[in-house]
């Protein structure tokens, strides 16, 4: 299903539980959207990371879903 017109996507994630929150780099495609993730330099080792994602219409309605501990983020061996 193709993402209805005029909806803004945000995508954050936590590296700390959601203690703080970085945006992802999101992309609009004909589909729906791409959101990019990229581990910060500060953090180092194996950790979850915390997904944060809120959609809003062209009214301004918005919905808000957080997945905490998404998925495992490897660090370097």
């Known amino acids: 299903m193709d993402a209805p017109r005029g909806v803004r996507l945000k995508v954050e994630t936590s590296y700390d539980d959601g203690k703080s929150w970085t945006e992802a780099t999101t992309v609009r495609k004909a589909s729906g959207f791409t959101a990019t993730v990229e581990r910060p330099s500060r953090v180092h080792?194996?950790?979850y990371v915390t997904l944060?994602?809120?959609?809003?219409?062209?009214?301004g309605n918005s919905v808000q879903q957080t997945v905490d501990r998404a998925y495992l983020h490897r660090g370097v061996a």
């Open 52 to 59: 944060r994602v809120t959609a809003t219409d062209a009214a």
């Open 45 to 47: 080792g194996d950790t």
